[in-house]
């Protein structure tokens, strides 16, 4: 069948041109199927180019919205996120202004759930996430990955956006109170003396230039060869720990390497192999530490590696006696 160009359809304001029956081809197509070219068919909206809901720049696919607000809307009845309404719902915008800070603006303060040991606020089910990452989420863009986010405010519980700064790991403990908030300030630790070395070697009288120690080379050769000479491989561990200690008060300082970030003592027992120097000690008096406990300092000095105020616990009851200092 061919298209009748000189006839056009008979059905009133159609205006195309015959196809058959005197019937357009798209009229003829009805009566085919239907039984009758008059026969209403489901017209299909025009889709926009992006989503009808404001500021979503997705394609739209259903209802002139995108398939995640047409979900919602088929769910929940509208086009807003519910968990989003639960979570402003617990914010409290009318806080208290920071102390330090106070033309930052007055605190978002989350009223919700909040972790009992660090304080800061939760929200969530099975996948909990901290709330002040939430919010920045929500009213910013997303965080970059191995950031973290600084409280300009120093309030852990608020979730201002404006209080809250990206900023690396390592930055945002420099900031940060460096383990008060745990009962632990950051000991000095005393700077030893820089001692010039010579230039020259100390056993000749010649002006033979260094090769080891404070020695020239035929010099060093014969110190190797004398056999009166203690050699550092002669020493065991346990010599060459209780040489780093000062025993001159009560707690047993430890003289040598400190970790900055926690304070504790390090010792290398053996080549490669770094231990906790108040760990080693209480192993030595006491015997190898049982899996799954800690050493608690009694004196609360984390230099000290005297054993009498080392004590073995679980880390529940570390954490607890910490707290309970703090």
């Not at 809250?164 to 003396?193: D, H, S």
């Given at each position: 069948?061919?298209v ?10 159609c205006?195309?041109h015959?196809?058959g029956?005197?019937?357009c081809s798209?009229h ?10 008059l ?5 299909y ?7 009808s809901v404001?500021e ?8 002139g919205?995108c ?8 769910k929940?009845g509208?086009v ?7 979570f402003?719902?617990q914010?409290d915008?009318?806080g208290?202004?920071p ?6 603006g007055?605190c ?15 929200f969530?089910g ?17 965080i ?7 409280h300009?405010c ?8 404006e ?5 690396t790991p390592?930055e ?23 001692i010039?070395?010579?230039?020259h ?5 010649g ?7 404070t ?16 050699r ?6 346990e ?9 001159t008060?009560?707690?047993?300082l430890?003289?040598?390497a400190?970790n900055p970030?926690?304070g504790?003592?390090q ?11 108040h760990?080693?000690?209480?192993e030595l008096?006491?015997g190898p ?9 009694t ?10 105020h ?17």
């Amino acid at each position: 069948m061919t298209v009748n160009s000189d006839v056009d359809c008979s059905i009133a304001d159609c205006g195309k041109h015959a196809f058959g029956r005197g019937w357009c081809s798209t009229h003829y197509a009805r009566w085919r199927t239907y039984g009758d070219p008059l026969h209403e068919t489901r017209r299909y909206a025009e889709q926009g180019e992006r989503c009808s809901v404001e500021e979503c720049d997705r394609t739209p696919k259903r209802r002139g919205m995108c398939e995640m607000h047409v979900r919602r809307v088929e769910k929940h009845g509208e086009v807003t996120d519910p968990r989003a309404r639960r979570f402003w719902a617990q914010v409290d915008k009318d806080g208290p202004l920071p102390e330090e800070r106070q033309s930052l603006g007055p605190c978002w303060v989350w009223t919700g759930c909040k972790h009992p040991v660090t304080g800061y606020g939760v929200f969530g089910g099975k996948g909990t996430q901290l709330v002040h990452r939430i919010a920045y989420q929500y009213l910013v863009g997303l965080i970059s990955k191995g950031l973290h986010l600084d409280h300009l405010c120093r309030r852990r519980s608020c979730v201002r956006p404006e209080h809250l700064e990206p900023v690396t790991p390592r930055e945002n403990i420099r900031r940060g109170n460096q383990g008060a908030f745990w009962g632990y300030a950051p000991e000095v630790v005393p700077v030893k003396p820089k001692i010039e070395k010579p230039t020259h070697c100390t056993e000749c009288s010649g002006d033979r230039p260094l090769f080891k120690r404070t020695l020239c080379r035929p010099c060093y050769r014969k110190w190797l060869r004398d056999p009166s000479v203690e050699r550092p491989r002669q020493r065991t561990p346990e010599q060459r720990f209780w040489e780093k200690v000062d025993k001159t008060d009560s707690c047993w300082l430890w003289t040598a390497a400190v970790n900055p970030g926690t304070g504790y003592g390090q010792f290398t027992a053996y080549t490669g192999v770094q231990v906790q120097a108040h760990r080693y000690s209480y192993e030595l008096a006491s015997g190898p530490l049982p899996v799954g406990l800690d050493v608690h300092h009694t004196c609360h000095v984390r230099r000290c590696v005297n054993p009498a105020h080392l004590q073995a616990l679980t880390r529940s009851q570390n954490l607890a006696l910490r707290k309970v200092r703090r």
